[in-house]
């Protein structure tokens, strides 16, 4: 049986060419809410109809959809180079001498407190949180900010503040080398204008962390990548000398560096929202280790 086609007629009402006169272009750009009264009030035939939503519905979908937002996949020039430095300074391959260094790591091995993987990640975490990696991390920050404003009078009271910290002659050692060979590097690799007053304002030794928040600030390198990249050069450090003393394979090590990520991400969080007031250290037996490795009798590293 062939299929009957339904006619519709067209309701008693405003005629078409009256509603075609109505509907001019100059109504149909109007807000998308004086076009919906418009359709609710005008009883239109299929034909109208048709002609009036194929018009309008772009429309309403231009003025509905959210507009894509696009990221940004390239840095710029400042942000690449600024990058390009920081991996490079804190590259365990820039000459500042910190593979001769354990920072006490060498006497806990001997004494029997690090004894494999496990424990060597709990004996770095400690010192990473609750030790000179936090205390480091603030005057790093500090170092950045006084210096970003050429404040003077605050850098020197960071730099005298941040060399009596250290608890051992060992340690005063060790960060005091390492600062001195990272100023004489980046000073004489990357000139920069105004490096050379910011160091002469310190006025004495400046000790590791202090120079690295120093030269970052003087190259413009922001704060907070600086931090993080100051502590993952920190850790990764300490696992390479407890990698030597243990010893341990480069699988051991790395699984180490990835159980650190998190405590890592924690104390660059803290340190960059922490005054002076806050810092201070609660390994007590990390201190231990870093005295009695001035006295131990057969050793590897300077500290």
Not at 72 to 88: F, I, K, P
Not at 206 to 228: E, F, Q, T, W
Not at 278 to 299: N, V
Request: aromatic content about 6%; proline content about 5%.
């Amino acid at each position: 049986m062939p299929a009957m086609r339904m006619h519709r007629k067209p309701r008693m009402g405003i005629p078409a060419t009256i509603i075609h006169r109505m509907i001019t272009p100059r109504m149909v750009t109007r807000t998308t809410t004086a076009i919906t009264i418009m359709m609710t009030t005008i009883i239109m035939t299929s034909i109208a109809t048709t002609i009036i939503i194929t018009t309008i519905t772009p429309m309403l979908m231009t003025t509905s959809e959210p507009v894509p937002v696009v990221a940004r996949s390239e840095m710029t020039a400042d942000e690449g180079a600024a990058l390009y430095r920081l991996m490079t300074w804190l590259s365990p391959a820039f000459p500042v001498g910190a593979f001769s260094y354990s920072s006490g790591i060498e006497w806990a091995v001997e004494a029997g407190d690090i004894t494999d993987a496990a424990s060597l990640r709990d004996w770095l975490a400690a010192m990473l949180a609750d030790g000179s990696g936090f205390c480091d991390g603030v005057f790093l920050a500090q170092a950045h900010r006084a210096a970003s404003v050429n404040d003077e009078a605050g850098l020197r009271e960071i730099v005298e503040l941040a060399a009596a910290f250290v608890p051992s002659r060992e340690r005063q050692l060790e960060t005091s080398t390492q600062g001195r060979a990272f100023i004489d590097i980046a000073r004489a690799a990357w000139a920069c204008d105004g490096l050379d007053e910011l160091i002469a304002a310190c006025d004495g030794g400046i000790v590791y962390p202090v120079a690295v928040g120093l030269v970052g600030a003087a190259h413009k390198i922001p704060l907070a990548p600086a931090m993080h990249a100051f502590l993952h050069a920190v850790v990764s450090n300490w696992i390479s000398a407890g990698a030597r003393l243990v010893p341990l394979g480069q699988t051991d090590s790395q699984r180490i560096l990835a159980a650190l990520e998190p405590v890592v991400v924690a104390t660059a969080a803290r340190a960059l929202n922490a005054s002076l007031d806050d810092l201070g250290s609660a390994t007590f037996r990390a201190d231990l280790a870093s005295l009695r490795h001035e006295t131990q009798y057969t050793r590897l590293f300077r500290s």
